[in-house]
T-cell receptor
Framework: DAGVIQSPRHEVTEMGQEVTLRCKPI?????LFWYRQTMMRGLELLIY????????DSGMPEDRFSAKMPNASFSTLKIQPSEPRDSAVYFC?????????????FGPGTRLTVT | LAKTTQPISMDSYEGQEVNITCSHN???????ITWYQQFPSQGPRFIIQ???TKVTNEVASLFIPADRKSSTLSLPRVSLSDTAVYYC??????????FGTGTRLQVTL
């Protein structure tokens, strides 16, 4: 299995631009998670999906952030408009079980830089 | 919500056994203890999970005493490639995974 795939691996954009991060979970996994990691705040859960349905988005920082999972093999995290404080590494993870599984498989991350 | 406490950093020489202890005094009955490893510029990697006593896999061992208020991750004969941040998590009583600051392990020759 290829593991969780994320694209792009690096993204540099200017403030105000729209940014879309993509994730392909491991085939057969039922849950998908989006995280953000910064030096100041560590690793934070933004949102997670069970069977393509958003369950908890309480970690999404504000309305500029949105996430979708149109099917079991694809998810996007969109930031519009982007701001310099959104600069971070964004990880996608998936797990077999529904709900908050503590055995999650993380992708390589997308390093986002907003100038 | 079970809060975990672990050392901020540890140093070790290559070939030594490393034990990282995590405290979780208010662990719930249905909680498991899970450890992740994160290398620089990579996502966290699940390494081991246990409920009580001892669990061993090809990467590490996890020791959990009877009261389950702490746990110890044991890495046998570490190498330079084991340099990473190690996170202890307790759940699922927590509503979400909370990674905390982890323990930064530095292995040197």
């Amino acid at each position: 299995d290829a593991g969780v795939i994320q694209s792009p691996r690096h993204e540099v954009t200017e403030m105000g631009q729209e940014v879309t991060l993509r994730c392909k979970p491991i085939s057969g996994h039922n849950s998908l998670f989006w995280y953000r990691q910064t030096m100041m705040r560590g690793l934070e859960l933004l949102i997670y999906f069970n069977n393509n349905v958003p369950i908890d988005d309480s970690g999404m920082p504000e309305d500029r952030f949105s996430a979708k999972m149109p099917n079991a093999s694809f998810s996007t995290l969109k930031i519009q408009p982007s701001e310099p404080r959104d600069s971070a590494v964004y990880f996608c993870a998936s797990s077999k079980v529904q709900g908050i599984s503590y055995e999650q498989y993380f992708g390589p991350g997308t390093r986002l830089t907003v100038t | 919500l079970a809060k975990t406490t672990q050392p901020i950093s540890m140093d070790s020489y290559e070939g030594q056994e490393v034990n990282i202890t995590c405290s979780h005094n208010n662990i719930a009955t249905n909680d498991y203890i899970t450890w992740y490893q994160q290398f620089p510029s990579q996502g966290p990697r699940f390494i081991i999970q246990g409920y009580k006593t001892k669990v061993t896999n090809e990467v590490a061992s996890l020791f959990i005493p009877a009261d389950r208020k702490s746990s110890t991750l044991s890495l046998p004969r570490v190498s330079l490639s084991d340099t990473a941040v190690y996170y202890c998590l307790v759940g699922p009583s927590a509503s979400k995974l909370t990674f905390g600051t982890g323990t930064r392990l530095q292995v040197t020759l």
